[in-house]
Nanobody, 129 residues
């Protein structure tokens, strides 16, 4: 059974940091490009960061580049999102997702929601001003 379980969401003040985790089971972790997305109620889900199977390529949206860092650990089957200098506009539900097995994603498609097959249920991040 495929599962992606996010954790680490919290309420923080602007300028503070958080690290989200996404623990996975039920699929061959190393075969999948992994991504983080976020969604604000009433808005479309936004792709913000992704990382290739080999960790050699990472991609970020303009809204988080320079502040967020994605990483992954094969031993624990976990993908992380380190978020620094958080802003009120970062408030959202954050989702972890896995792409398609053995498919390599590049700059043009690495943050597209439709490219991802498996999804977690999300974790809430709220940033106060």
């Amino acid at each position: 059974q495929v599962q992606l379980v996010e954790s680490g969401g919290a309420f923080v003040q602007a300028g503070e940091s958080l690290k989200l985790s996404c623990k996975t089971t039920g699929f061959i972790f190393d075969d999948y490009h992994m991504g983080w997305f976020r969604q604000v109620p009433g808005e479309e889900r936004e792709g913000i960061a992704s990382i290739s199977q080999s960790q050699s390529r990472t991609y970020y949206s303009a809204s988080v580049k320079g502040r967020f860092t994605i990483s992954r650990d094969s031993a624990t089957r976990t993908v992380y999102l380190q978020m620094n200098n958080l802003k009120p506009e970062d408030t959202a539900v954050y989702y972890c997702a896995a792409g398609a097995a053995h498919v390599l994603y590049y700059d043009g498609d690495s943050l597209q929601e439709l490219k991802y097959r498996y999804w977690g249920r999300g974790t809430q991040v709220t940033v106060g001003s």
